[in-house]
């Protein structure tokens, strides 16, 4: 394909230059100055495109009614390497058909040259018309710049543009917040997230252009120098926009010049990858990629606090809202009002008023109390006088304050998110400072450190909107302030070698005397701090039916009051982790450990001690299976079965079973696969039987690598044996998610599984081909690059009298779960039960094992040995293609 000599040109120029724009950023150079090189290269190439064009066509008198306009980015001259294009040819109405002409010429040519073109063909009118009903196109439109043709035409246009936008700044402002806040649900709402997107996450570069457009409504102006000279923008405000702009756009050149296309993802592989190119280094408890992220997120944080100030001071700039609100107010003390909305100090006091740590904290309470938002006038004041105060230890009227304000959920995770915005929140609680912007490097925890915790207080009190019984827990806690307190430092201890558990129980201790906590009240506070994962390993690690594991977690709460603190923390931690953590499987198995231990404390009844429901239960399935006519020895299976399995399946389903079972046995065949649909855990319940002489102990990896060669996700596997005749029979069940298939999924696909796992059971040479036990998407792969955690095997013969527990802490592979059980039984090791956790690319499984015999596995040696065949195991799995 030939080109025209200016394409063939403008290509030479654009490779040329770009290269060595490359090599200046790679030595260091700003990014604002990289930004500005690539917007005069880009500058050039368009102009050296519409020379040519003018040349051809100059002596047509239609050129002069023509103006080419940069806008958006382009506009700003804040360009990326690989940054797309937008141009826009204004044109009078006599110039309308050459317009076309010269439009097709430069889109051509440009596209040719290289350049990712966004073009449009707009009169003055049209332009301006658009902008004022299109959020987007305003947005990009005020931030035009004169290129080449009649600068008379643009400056016509742009002073209609202009001044129009004025006398609509109030709508505009709505409508262009109200695009951002769509396009920040897209790609993160908060600035705080693992893999974020320096353009459009919140806090990032968007956030930046937001205040120029809301800026452009409220003055005519976009540049940020301009708007501190109007008075629009506070001083520091315009010193830490500018730092973030500039760290900004030195982070996006980067991605963009390593991906060698227009890349804005900043995913955790890259992020380790510039930390040590920039110089980050390690120190104790903190990795350099976790100090280069803390820097990230301390600019967004900047960012997301003057965007979102300088909007609160354009809207509340409404007259008639101002009126309004304050005819229907009424007074609550001598100086502070509340209306409809809204809750504020009157003027005459309020310069005082702000430099008041205690009345700050006071005017929060209330405004926590009454659900209303502080007025934007009021803020204002109190974020310059907390600006200009000397950071010093909390007085004691501001510490009651401050207890005051955790003692009521209404407002108090926004109001605290504020207090960490205005630095306040680490004077009451100094190790806040330390973990501000703190990342945990796993892809279990979505937020940084502080935004977790805030988090966690604000699940807490959303408790109150729903009617559960976790919700009923938490309205009937008397003192709330102790368990938002826990909440908002329970993971203060990250960030050390030593377990944040242990750290944080001594930052908790250190907390409650700088807050002069009584001693009660202090002991509460560090016990929640330090067993706040206790709840978590005893559901999601343990079997529920084993009365030693309820014993051990009874034993370690102490109490009916401390149960139910212990167990609204953990959900609030559970849910602020991240969207879907909080599984409706995790929270059953959640209320089923809260169920099983109050019962323990007020009846003193075990899991696995017969009770009169139990029995009578038992009873009744006796008699269904009589009388549906089922084989005898179904009687006979019944009364091998443990508690654990009468217990977890309703007597229906059972009966059900069991006759399916019994009808099996009789036909000698050496395995059987049943199927319910468990509610409770909203998962498929596949029981897997397999009939042999004695325990087989390869039954678990093959049922495991059966189901997991079909797809299935494995949530929890129950491994038992029973006795019927002198003969051992396996009895494991698997609760699976299927993501090919609806939940509960078709009978066809049902049939598919159960048949698939006989088959490989009654054929022992038949080979496995394992799957994934856990699904994910394209999108968020990464290499192993990014796993920085250890993989771990452990060995606790303390929490149980009969068993050994084996717990596995690693990254999942594919095939993982299948290789550790098949590794498990080439040594002979005796499998008794099993749960899985997986969440995203992260597992915590734990399996009680025997040795053959029938004992615990306690030689050291022989520990070795295992461990290492589970490594080797987790070796050979691949990664996820």
Known sequence: MSFQPVVLAARERLAQVREKIRGQHADGSPGFQVANRMAD??????????????????????????????????????????????????????????????????????????????????????????????PVIFSSLAESRFLAGSSTVFGQYFDRLRKGSIRRQYRLTKTVVEARRSERLKWGETNYLLRPNVKKSRGALRDIQLVRWIGFARSGESDLEKLYRLGALPAEDLRQLRHAYAFML???????????????????????????????????????????????????QNVRYAAAYFTDDTLSQSRLSRVSERALSRKLTENIRMGPTQIWVVDSDLDRFATSLPDVLRLMNLANQHFKRISHRTWQAIRHSMARRNPSPPDPDSINAFLGLLSKPGRLASLLRRLHELRVLEQLIPPMK????????????????????????????????????????????????????????????????????????????????????????????????????????????????????????????????????????????????????????????????????????????????????????????????????????????????????????????????????????????????????????????????????????????RSTGALSGLGLQIMRADVDTIEVDDQEVAWDSFWVLDPDHENPPPQHRVNEVCNHVCRLLADPTAPVTA?????????????????????????????????TILSLFAYDRQGLLYRVARAMAELSIVLHFAKIDTHLDQIADVFYVTESDGNKIVDSTRQKVVQQSILESLEMAGRRV
């Open 434 to 701: 330390r973990c501000r912007g703190l990342l945990q490097f796993n892809a279990y925890h979505k937020y940084t450190v502080d935004a977790h915790c805030i988090r966690a207080v604000e699940a807490a009190t959303k408790l109150e909107e729903y009617s559960s019984s976790m919700a009923r827990r938490y309205a009937r806690l008397k003192d709330k302030a102790i368990l938002h307190l826990a909440l908002l430092i329970h993971d203060l201890g990250k960030g050390y070698e030593e377990d944040h558990c242990e750290v944080g129980r001594r930052i908790a201790g250190e907390i409650a005397d700088h807050l002069e906590l009584d001693d009660a009240s202090r002991e509460t506070l560090q016990w929640l701090v330090h067993k706040h994962l206790i709840v978590n390993v005893a559901a999601f690690r343990h079997d529920l039916n084993d009365s030693q594991v309820v014993l051990s977690f009874a034993a370690e709460v102490g109490s009916i009051r401390r149960l139910e603190l212990l167990i609204v923390h953990a959900v609030a931690d559970l849910i602020a982790v991240g969207p879907g953590v909080a599984s409706d499987w995790k929270m059953n198995l959640i209320e089923d450990l809260y169920l099983r231990t109050r019962r323990y404390f007020e009846s003193g009844t075990l899991p696995d001690e017969m009770d009169a429901e139990t029995a009578s239960q038992r009873k009744q399935i006796a008699e269904q299976l009589a009388d549906s006519g089922a084989p005898k020895i179904g009687l006979d299976i019944l009364n091998a079965l443990p508690l654990s399995i009468l217990r977890r399946i309703t007597p229906d389903q059972l009966v059900g079973e069991l006759t399916g079972i019994a009808q099996w046995y009789e036909t000698g065949r050496s395995s059987c696969c049943v199927a319910n649909y468990d509610s409770s855990f909203l998962a498929m319940r596949y029981t897997v039987l397999h009939r042999e002489a004695r325990r087989n102990i390869g039954t678990f990896a």
């Open 41 to 134: 290269l880009y500058d050039d190439v368009v102009l050296m495109v519409w020379e040519s064009a003018s040349r051809k066509l100059q002596h047509d008198l239609g050129f002069r009614g023509l103006a080419l306009v940069a806008h958006g980015g382009f506009g700003r001259r804040d360009l990326a390497p690989f940054s797309d294009v937008d141009l826009m040819l204004l044109t009078t109405a006599r110039s309308a058909g050459l317009a076309t002409e010269v439009a097709g010429i430069l889109t051509r040519d440009l596209v040719d040259a290289g350049l990712d073109l966004g073009f449009s063909i707009r009169g003055p009118a049209e332009a301006c018309k658009r902008a004022w009903t299109d």
């Open 771 to 803: 799957h994934r036990d856990t699904w994910r998407g394209a999108s968020i792969r990464e290499p192993d690059s990014v796993n920085v955690l250890p993989t771990k095997v452990t060995f606790d013969n303390d929490t149980l009298e009969q068993y």
């Open 250 to 300: 030195r982070l996006r050149n980067e991605l963009h010049f390593r991906a060698g296309r227009s890349q804005d993802v900043l995913d955790r592989a890259t992020q380790m990858e510039i930390a040590e190119q920039w110089g980050y280094e390690n120190s104790e408890g903190v990795l350099a990629v976790e100090h280069f992220m803390q820097d990230y997120f301390e600019h967004t």
